[in-house]
Structures are given as C-alpha cells and as structure tokens.
C-alpha cells in the first residue's frame, strides 16, 4: 500500500511538472505567434494604406491559421519539436548571415507589395492570388509530412541527442523536402499578394537556401553518424531529378 502511494505521488509530480513546462511552452509559442502576426500585418498593411486589401488578408488567413492549427497539434502530440521549432537563434555564423538576409528580403518583399498594392503599379489577376493559395497551402501540407517523417527538425543546424538519418519517405526522394515546401510556400507569398515586384524580389530564397544547404550538409557529415553514406544513396537535395 505504501509502494502503491509514494508511486502515486510520483507520477502526479511528473505531471505536474510536465504542466509547467507544457504551460510555458504555450506561452511562449503564443507570444511569438502574436508578435509575428503584427509584424507581418504591419508591415503589409500600413504600405498598403490600408486594411481593406483583399489579398493581404487572404495572405494573413492561409498564412496563420495553419500556423495555429500546426502549433496546437505540436503542442500536444510532440512538445519537443514545437520547442525546437521556437528555437531561431543560430549559432554559426554563416547560418546567422543567411537568416539576416532571409529577413531583410521578406521585409522588403511585404513592404513593397503594400506599396504595390496602395499605387497600382503592377496588379496581378484575383485569380493568380487563389491559385497561389492553393499551392501555398499544398507547401504547408508537405511541410506538415516533413515534421511528421523527421521529429529532429529544427530551424537551426543542430545535432540533437540520439538524432539518427532519416532516409526514407520524403527523406528518400530528396535530402531537404523542409526546404523544398518551403521554395514552394515562399514563391506563392508575393503572388497571393498580387504583386509581381515581390515575387522578382523572393527569387532570391533559392540562392540563399543552396548556400544554407551547402553549409549545412558539411555540418551534418561531420556530426550525423551516417549522413555521408546517405548523401550518396539520396543524390537530390530539393527538387527530384533537378537539383
């Protein structure tokens, strides 16, 4: 009886601590959800004049509400990788470069589809925004595959504790599908915005993301047990039979 109390008690600080930590992961999940919606609703918004911009809210429903939806299911079925995803500090140099930049062609991009939008210089057809919606959700759902397939999968390049190669699914097709859902969401953004000048401005993504890549695989053949043997299995990095 004794055994079976002190047992119980146990499991009911494991729980309780387990609650903490789940309640602070929701908090901060929150809090830079929050923070990114106003950003990103600022910065197209106020360019644009305002907030009546039928394609901008379209932007912000197919961009945040899957976002949401991905972070409630996180949450609950996979706290680690949600905590891993938060996690954007890089610490390699290189990395943190690309991610600047990253940063710096997503502000422009946004502000000058505003713009674009407030001035009519180059307005794009409503129907190219809903067809760009649909292959920006389509990114989103590969995406969802990706963190199914790999629960490693950080936003920084890392090496967690018993990480492993992931070699088959999507990882047996190309060595990156992270990246090439996100080509594909990315390159949908401007044109679900309407603006072509946007567009021109993201064809950057893929150069920035080769060179992304390229620093990160001499990582990973480093500090990944097996990722040079699976470098020669899986000969594609993004796109089937092409790159």
């Known amino acids: 009886m004794v055994n079976i109390l002190r047992l119980a008690k146990e499991r009911q600080i494991e729980f309780s601590i387990l609650i903490n930590m789940n309640s602070r992961l929701l908090f901060e999940a929150l809090a830079k959800y929050s923070l990114g919606l106003i950003i990103v609703g600022l910065l197209l918004f106020l360019p644009a004049g305002t907030i009546s911009w039928k394609q901008g809210q379209l932007f912000m429903l197919v961009l945040f509400l899957p976002m949401f939806i991905a972070g409630i299911v996180m949450l609950f079925k996979d706290p680690d990788l949600l905590r891993r ?3 954007a500090k890089e610490k390699r140099s290189e ?3 690309i991610i600047k930049l990253s940063g710096l062609m997503f502000l422009l991009a946004f ?3 505003g713009l674009n939008y407030r001035f009519k210089w180059i307005i794009l057809p409503d129907y190219i925004s809903y067809l760009a ?3 920006f959700l389509l990114g989103y759902l590969l995406f969802a595959f990706v ?3 790999n629960t490693f999968l950080s936003r920084t390049i890392e090496v967690s504790e018993n990480q ?3 070699d088959t699914g999507l990882y047996g097709i190309v060595r990156h599908p992270m990246y090439s859902a996100t080509i594909l969401m990315f390159l949908a953004m401007p044109l679900i915005l309407g603006s072509l000048i946007s567009f021109i401005i993201l064809l950057i993504y893929p150069y920035l993301i080769s060179k ?3 620093n990160e695989e001499e990582f990973l053949e480093k500090e990944l047990l097996g990722y040079i043997e699976y470098k020669n299995k899986v000969k594609y990095k993004v796109i089937p039979y092409i790159w």
């Open 85 to 87: 995803r938060l996690n």
């Open 133 to 135: 919606s649909v292959l």
């Open 95 to 97: 990395q943190s470069l």
């Open 164 to 166: 492993k190669v992931i």
């Open 111 to 113: 502000v000058l589809a």
């Open 212 to 214: 992304r890549i390229n």
């Open 147 to 149: 963190l199914k397939q």
